[in-house]
T-cell receptor, first 116, second 117 residues
Framework: QQQVKQSPQSLIVQKGGISIINCAYE??????FPWYQQFPGKGPALLIA?????SEKKEGRFTISFNKSAKQFSLHIMDSQPGDSATYFC???????????????FGKGTLLTVNP | GAVVSQHPSWVICKSGTSVKIECRSL??????MFWYRQFPKQSLMLMAT?????????EQGVEKDKFLINHASLTLSTLTVTSAHPEDSSFYIC?????????????FGPGTRLTVL
């Protein structure tokens, strides 16, 4: 059972445009939602993360929007650049509660291509 | 800060041999480390959770006798793929959670590409 659904699978955006990636989760016990960026042949790098007590978090060109009632969260990349071309993963965790030991549940990933 | 290294970055071995992959937290202590494998164009699949000084907890379907995990110190965890076969070829990635904090943040290593001939 996939607990975090991510869409779209792939996304092509023009330079300067806005890239939007969406994720939906099922487990209401999740309380931590990070986004990771991964370049080919590299490990994932933490981009930005949010907790359910806020609806939006912004760091530079990256913004997470969070809708607790809809159980959805999204990543917005403003002024997208060719260097942003990578695979993006959303994830969710329920911390240390219930023996979960801070495990992350990942979405399937979105391949973003930003054309120059 | 929060740098995680892996060694080796890539390894090629013959079928039937064992391979050890090291994961180190360079500038922080990690009570908990995680091991993932990733196939091309797929997401990360959690293999096991490793807590310092105790036995690893394996995810369902992961053979603990094949993928031996040791977390002997707060900065080092190792994954040994025993009797490797071509189907074990994959990208193995570790991550570490900073000790002493009730934080979920995991920092990932650069990954190890294993190719079994």
């Amino acid at each position: 059972q996939q607990q975090v659904k991510q869409s779209p699978q792939s996304l092509i955006v023009q330079k300067g445009g806005i890239s939007i990636i969406n994720c939906a989760y099922e487990n209401t016990a999740f309380d931590y939602f990070p986004w990771y960026q991964q370049f080919p042949g590299k490990g994932p790098a933490l981009l930005i993360a949010i907790r359910p007590d806020v609806s939006e978090k912004k760091e530079g060109r990256f913004t997470i929007s969070f809708n607790k009632s809809a159980k959805q969260f999204s990543l917005h990349i403003m002024d997208s650049q060719p260097g942003d071309s990578a695979t993006y993963f959303c994830a969710a965790s329920m911390g240390g509660s219930g023996g979960s030991n801070y495990k992350l549940t990942f979405g399937k990933g979105t391949l973003l291509t930003v054309n120059p | 800060g929060a740098v995680v290294s892996q060694h080796p970055s890539w390894v090629i071995c013959k079928s039937g041999t064992s391979v050890k992959i090291e994961c180190r937290s360079l500038d922080f202590q990690a009570t908990t480390m995680f091991w993932y494998r990733q196939f091309p164009k797929q997401s990360l699949m959690l293999m096991a959770t490793s807590n310092e000084g105790s036995k690893a907890t394996y995810e369902q379907g992961v053979e603990k006798d094949k993928f031996l995990i040791n977390h002997a110190s707060l900065t080092l965890s190792t994954l040994t793929v025993t009797s490797a076969h071509p189907e074990d070829s994959s990208f193995y990635i570790c991550s570490a959670r900073v000790s002493g904090r009730s934080t979920d943040t995991q920092y990932f290593g650069p990954g190890t590409r294993l190719t079994v001939l």
